[in-house]
């Protein structure tokens, strides 16, 4: 089966610690979004890329990293730099040219402890 | 101004009650529209396309005016189980945000 499939589900990470999120697509999209979420916020734009070795800053990059070496495959780093990053994170495909849906993974929810 | 634009909300509703969600763009060269919905906690759905011509999908039916640029979601009948959160989402290449801007979303409560 197609899909987006995001790992872990849950993650904790300690004060000062690196981690990172994995999101991996068979849609063969050449889109590929991170979205950060807060409890009772909407969807904010971390980075998103559009080729293989191309991304682009959304809203909040800052504190976050991302590559792009494979089609299928997008991780976000969450730095120590980051100083608030517990929060539900949610990565979407899509194709380019529009007119077709965006998928979502099923999100990871990372806690600071 | 934010490129799409929902009503704030949220909407506490009976059961059996019609509820309608309203969206604006502020780009016209937009392409494709979409209602997600979103359960707490988990990753925004597709719930339907949205055309020019109207769309309908059981209790739900959606409509485009391209000229004033608003988007509508009307949930008919409305059960406990549409409860959720109500995402507009726009498609348009080339945008600063890629090529999906969200609205914020609408969150609908529905209440015995």
């Known amino acids: 089966d197609g899909g987006i499939t995001q790992s872990p589900k849950y993650l904790f990470r300690k004060e000062g610690q690196n981690v990172t999120l994995s999101c991996e697509q068979n849609?063969?999209?050449?889109?590929m979004y991170w979205y950060r979420q807060d409890p009772g916020q909407g969807l904010r734009l971390i980075y998103y890329s559009q080729i293989v070795n191309d991304f682009q800053k959304g809203d909040i990059a800052e504190g976050y990293s991302v590559s792009r070496e494979k089609k299928e495959s997008f991780p976000l780093t969450v730095t120590s730099a980051q100083k608030n990053p517990t929060a539900f994170y949610l990565c979407?495909?899509?194709?380019?040219?529009?007119?077709?849906?965006?998928?979502f993974g099923q999100g990871t929810r990372l806690t600071v402890v | 101004r934010k490129e799409v634009e929902q009503d704030p909300g949220p909407f506490n509703v009976p059961e059996g009650a019609t509820v309608a969600f309203n969206c604006t763009y502020s780009?016209?060269?937009?392409?494709?529209f979409f209602w997600y919905r979103q359960d707490c906690r988990k990753e925004p759905k597709l719930l339907m396309s949205?055309?020019?011509s109207g769309n309908e999908d059981g209790r739900f039916t959606a409509q485009l005016n391209r000229a004033s640029q608003y988007i509508s979601l009307l949930i008919r009948d409305s059960k406990l189980s549409d409860s959720a959160t109500y995402l507009c989402?726009?498609?348009?290449?080339?945008?600063?945000?890629?090529?999906?801007?969200f609205g914020k979303g609408t969150k609908l409560s529905v209440k015995p």
């Open positions: 979407a495909s899509s194709t380019i040219a529009g007119g077709t849906e965006a998928f």
């Open positions: 849609l063969n999209h050449d889109a």
């Open positions: 989402v726009v498609t348009r290449f080339g945008g600063s945000q890629g090529n999906l801007i």
């Open positions: 780009n016209s060269a937009s392409q494709s």
């Open positions: 949205v055309y020019s």
